[in-house]
């Protein structure tokens, strides 16, 4: 990203996941809106890692690329993770060093177990520090994005993508008025403390917040 920071039409930003599952930021989907209307195309999404929870970016991305390298047991954190559910293309990072083969191998025997789908996601070597396999990586995500459109899926995607935002910027907006709902002092904070219980005053919160539109 060094080197490609001062290139004409390139834009890098980095936002913090402060605290938000997923990793990503809550305001992902915002800036991704945003760069698409200054004409910024393609947008790529990098995430803290895989774990358990970090998988949200699968939501958010036409075109999820997973990427493993050798010898860091990705195995293991293949099953653990999820990710083969996750992932459109597969890429085995770092493939000047021993064991990547032993990494596509096991991925392959991975997915042949997985159920049966219109899409089979590639496995492409790559290595970063030799720059080798870089156009196969590209031309293995534009196969993806032509696949989506040509089944409808990249349409579907969208709407569904607009609908999980507004129900997360609803959530989260609820969630502030709660806090301020039950600022010490409050009457419905002295209720809960006193006889409530959180599920009742939730309720009152939410009977309160519909009293107001």
Do not use: C
């Not at 597969?90 to 025997?109: M, S, T």
């Not at 534009?142 to 609803?170: C, F, I, M, Y």
Request: hydrophobic share 45%.
């Amino acid at each position: 990203m060094q080197r490609h920071a001062l290139d004409p039409k390139v834009f890098i930003r980095s936002m913090g996941a402060r605290g938000h599952l997923g990793g990503l930021s809550l305001a992902t989907r915002e800036a991704i809106r945003l760069l698409g209307a200054f004409g910024f195309d393609p947008v790529i999404l990098e995430t803290v890692g895989v774990g358990q929870s970090e998988l949200e970016v699968a939501a958010v991305a036409d075109t999820t690329v997973v990427v493993l390298t050798p010898n860091l047991g990705d195995g293991v954190q293949m099953i653990k993770a999820g990710i083969l559910e996750i992932a459109d293309v597969f890429v085995v990072n770092k493939a000047d060093l021993e064991g990547h083969q032993r990494v596509a191998i096991e991925l392959r025997g991975m997915l042949s177990l997985a159920p049966k789908s219109s899409w089979k996601p590639p496995i492409v070597a790559t290595s970063a520090g030799r720059q080798e396999g870089i156009d196969e990586l590209w031309a293995a995500i534009e196969a993806h994005r032509k696949h989506l459109e040509s089944t409808g899926r990249a349409a579907a995607q969208a709407e569904q993508r607009l609908r999980d935002e507004t129900a997360e910027v609803a959530a989260e907006i609820a969630r502030d008025r709660a806090r301020d709902a039950l600022a010490p002092g409050s009457k419905l904070s002295r209720k809960l403390l006193d006889d409530g219980t959180p599920y009742d005053v939730a309720e009152e919160i939410l009977r309160i917040m519909g009293q107001e539109r």
